[in-house]
């Protein structure tokens, strides 16, 4: 298992059963050949932030791919929280995988994943803002008028929708949940969309990717939410496989990625629609990259504990 404690962070947060001898923050490959891991199946999941059915679809193409140049079968693995990818990869059963911005630091120093790219438009503009939004109508105008209410996160190792807006509610705002305004959970950035949406909630934190395309596919329209806040641009989505997976097999995963041609797939339909345009993946480093992320993580106190 593995938990999100609100704990002083240590400098070296990585689980010891990992190793990371050339300080990149991300754990190296047994360095003895019998700790490798070489599935016949590989197994993928990309981040459970929408339906897992309507992305099982979105993926198939790559996933042909993905097992073309690596020659091994691949399973599309839906699944239904961030908790259960990331004790999936922790107990060996995830060899590849999309984990959301937020859970990225505890899948690589819990799960030993090994982030190294992410999608980005063609000439490498990438990432998405957190967004607090709200309905026409609701009496929220501005983010103090979230007091008294209640505020929908999605769930605590979400950055968007969660650690982000915690922290700037307090930072900035000097609002406390559980005192200022009542946090309640709905799992997804969908959940929270389609909440505010129907008035169910008064005001929601979430990624403006996944409402740009939610809004793309009619499901929501723009007009049924505001936006009261917008953040700085995070990283997003960040791909990567198991730190023990046989080097030459990681190898051919990353080579996966980097050659998969997006014109005309359903990969390109459904992530083009974002903002930047998502149409390749770029090559990442988790120590660049998520640095940004690792600031709020510290300043919200979040320590990546496994247990």
Known sequence: MFAVRHIALTAHA???????ANGDLVADAPTDPKQWIDPATLVFAYTPV???AV???VWEGFVDHLAKTTGKKVQFFPVQSNAAQ??????GRLHVAGFNTGSNPLAVNCAGF???TMMASKDNRFGYEMEIITFPGSGIDKIEDIKGKRLAFTSETSNSGYKAPSALLREQFKMEAGKDYTPVFSGKHDNSILGVAN???????IANSVKVRMEARGVVKPEQTQVIYKSQTFPTTGYGHVYNLKPELAEKVKQAFFSYNWEGTALAAEFNKAEPPQE??????YKQHWQVVRDIDQAMSVSYACK
Do not use: S
Request: glycine letters at 0%.
């Open 14 to 20: 990585m689980d010891p059963r990992f190793k990371d």
């Open 280 to 285: 390749k993946f770029m090559p990442i480093t």
């Open 50 to 52: 929408e339906d897992p």
């Open 55 to 57: 992305y099982a679809k």
């Open 86 to 91: 990331l004790e999936a990869m922790r107990a």
């Open 114 to 116: 090994v982030p190294f």
């Open 199 to 205: 008035k169910d909630y008064p005001a929601a934190a």
